[in-house]
């Protein structure tokens, strides 16, 4: 069927546009925008806009071109009359362009991301809408050809722009109907599309960054890297020198490569190797390190130690100084949370991305990370999330009474596996006796939480080992005394191996699917372990990263409902959520009502609980 493409020129025109479009409830849209900053809705030049209702017919609406300027975004509201759905292809985008710039949030329609949708349909392909219409209709859009949109005509690049606006529709009708087929209309509608405004609010909030305390610390980790490279020299000489081009020496191994660092630890140092890849090579990286410890958790080599703080500190230099700082506009950091990063489900982030922050942060990366003047910072963390969703999903006995009794689940994983005898009374951390047990067995609950962890997600025996400081046989007897206790868990895992092997994927409990691939061997087909472990996992971080969508929203919900500017959602790490609320006689009050909101939103058979925090900036809120 032939398409029409229409440029949108006069005020005739936009009227004419408007009675042929009216009718329908449903409409795609799609924005054109310049400026060096064009990829940051904030800041981006808006230059026009495209529409299409049916898959058919498209219209273009320029704002800002060489040959044509108008005021037609100050009347897209009427655009907007009787409609129902607004259907994008990347919503955080172009509806984050309508918020900033055309003064409409869009929020009280239901939105429809066909990126996202693809990315719940297929995980494995790209999700870019010119890919997607070669793949699904043989179609080759037009590519953007032009450097700045904002030195165009618009008689040039309607017919581009038109057509973005035409396939997001056609893409619209094929992937609602595979939606419905796999039961996913509640997850891509009301979890997804709800969400998306949430993440469209926090990318227009950004984060305040305190740009001169980035520069002197980069000043100081860049000292530390040197000293550390001289330490490492020191306590190896089996690491040799050769002339570097201008006659000078340096040395023969590059810290940052890993094949380098496999080779002098393995091979010139003789150290044991206790973590490989998933391909089965020996590991190089900090985790490996810190593993490198005898039974007296004395460490096998003096370099280990050093290369766990290299590998800290060029990580920070790399991804947390300039980087970040020559992104700041006005103050504020603007990073991404992808909703389409992962096959999990979990968000991803980047420019920054938060979530590889060290645990231990030395530096104090997390106080670059300001409250805005007449704010605090606020941040309220779940408790346990993945382990509370596990008990409700297996219903595993043991850990339905902990979480329910208030019990220290690790401190009594501790018990059963090492043979503790700890009353089961001083496993509650209100019983008077409780912080005494914690303390004495502190290293039993530390390896506690890594069994808990670990074999939740798929660790066998060989990878326990290591971190347990004890045989892998050792090991093994302590797995198995652990699925003893806890048969629920062992079943669940089973019947996600099952569900894999059957349909060749598994669902969370929203309905969001992870398919797996086979491989292929000998001419015999079948699913790689990993799959296996994948699965299960699925249903836990799946599961806590729709949860954490479905709360986010009635959070903002409740944030709309304030004043202007009284609260706003900054960004989420993991199972965190940040937020600045002005300092004000309502601070405690919000505060308590955003606990309330992540508490009590979701129904579990295990209560969720929270631990929030109140600081001047991110590294005080930890």
């Known amino acids: 069927m032939e398409l029409t493409r229409k440029l949108i020129r006069t005020e005739n025109d936009f009227n004419q546009m408007i009675e042929e479009t009216k009718d329908s409830i449903k409409i795609a849209f799609d924005t054109e925008n310049g400026s060096e900053l064009a990829l940051n809705p904030k800041y981006a030049k808006p230059v026009g806009f495209s529409i299409s209702v049916d898959g058919k017919r498209g219209y273009y609406i320029p704002i800002n071109h060489l040959d044509i300027k108008t005021n037609f975004h100050l009347r897209f509201k009427e655009l907007l009359v009787n409609k129902k759905l607004i ?57 953007f050809k032009w450097k700045d949109m904002l030195d165009t005509n618009a008689a040039d690049v309607y017919q581009y722009a038109c057509d973005d606006a035409i396939y997001t529709f056609k893409h619209y009708l094929r992937l609602k109907e595979e939606i419905k087929k796999q039961h996913m209309e509640n997850l891509i509608l009301n979890i997804e599309g709800e969400f998306l405004k949430v993440l469209t609010h926090m990318k227009l909030q950004g984060i305040k960054f305190n740009v001169d305390e980035c520069k002197q610390l980069e000043q100081r980790l860049i000292k530390d890297k040197i000293n550390i490279v001289n330490e490492i020299l020191n306590v190896t000489p089996e690491i ?160 339905l009474k902990a979480f329910n009794n208030e019990e220290d689940l690790h401190l009594r994983v501790a018990s059963e596996s090492y043979n503790l005898n700890i009353p089961e009374e001083c496993l509650i951390g209100t019983h008077p006796q409780y912080n005494s047990y914690k303390d004495k067995y502190y290293k039993e609950r530390f390896y506690a939480k890594s ?63 992870r398919r797996f691939n086979k491989a292929e061997k000998n001419g015999r087909r079948f699913y790689p372990k990993e799959c296996f472990r994948q699965a299960f996992n699925h249903k836990i971080q799946g599961g806590c990263a729709d949860m954490l969508r479905i709360i986010m929203v009635e959070i903002y919900k409740y944030v709309r409902e304030q004043p202007k500017d009284e609260i706003r959602i900054i960004t989420t790490v993991h199972d965190e959520i940040m937020f600045e609320i002005k300092d004000n006689i309502n601070l405690q009050k919000h505060r308590e009502m955003i606990d309330k909101i992540m508490t009590e939103t979701i129904k579990l058979d295990i209560k969720l609980s929270t631990d929030g925090k109140l600081g001047n900036n991110y590294g005080e809120c930890k």
């Not at 990370?369 to 309220?380: D, I, L, Q, R």
């Not at 045989?471 to 093994?476: D, G, H, I, L």
């Open 451 to 513: 069994i808990n962890f670990g074999l939740l997600y798929g660790r066998t025996a060989h990878g326990l080992a290591p971190q347990l400081n004890c045989s892998v046989e050792e090991a093994q007897a302590i797995v198995n005394n652990y699925f003893y206790s806890n048969p629920e868990i062992k079943q669940a895992m089973e019947n996600s191996k099952r569900e894999v092997q059957v349909k060749g994927y598994v669902e969370n409990i929203y309905g969001r699917k």
């Open 87 to 143: 259907i994008f292809w990347n919503a955080i985008y172009d509806a984050g362009i309508t918020s900033a710039h055309y003064n409409e949030d869009l929020y009280k329609y239901k939105w429809f991301d066909c990126m996202i949708a693809q990315h719940l349909i297929d995980a494995f392909q790209s999700k870019g809408l010119k890919y997607n219409t070669k793949r699904y209709f043989r179609i080759h859009q037009q590519e």
């Open 240 to 399: 040799t020198y050769i002339q570097d081009l201008l006659g000078g020496k340096k040395p023969n191994i590059n810290l940052d490569s890993n094949k380098d660092l496999v080779k002098l630890l393995y091979d010139k140092l003789n150290l044991p190797v206790k973590k490989q890849t998933a391909s089965g090579a020996p590991a190089a990286d900090s985790e490996a390190f810190e593993l490198m410890k005898d039974n007296f958790n004395e460490w096998l080599h003096p370099i280990c130690p050093l290369l766990i703080k290299y590998k800290e500190v060029q990580k920070l230099l790399s991804a947390y100084t300039k980087s970040l700082y020559e992104k700041v506009v006005d103050g504020r950091i603007y990073g991404d949370l992808l909703d389409h990063g992962t096959e999990s489900g979990r968000l991803s982030a980047r420019e920054p991305n938060l979530q590889q922050l060290p645990k231990n942060d030395t530096y104090k990366i997390r106080h670059l990370f300001k409250a805005s003047e007449g704010y605090k910072m606020y941040v309220s963390d779940f408790s346990q999330e993945e382990l509370r969703l596990a008990g409700h999903i297996t219903k595993c006995k043991a850990f």
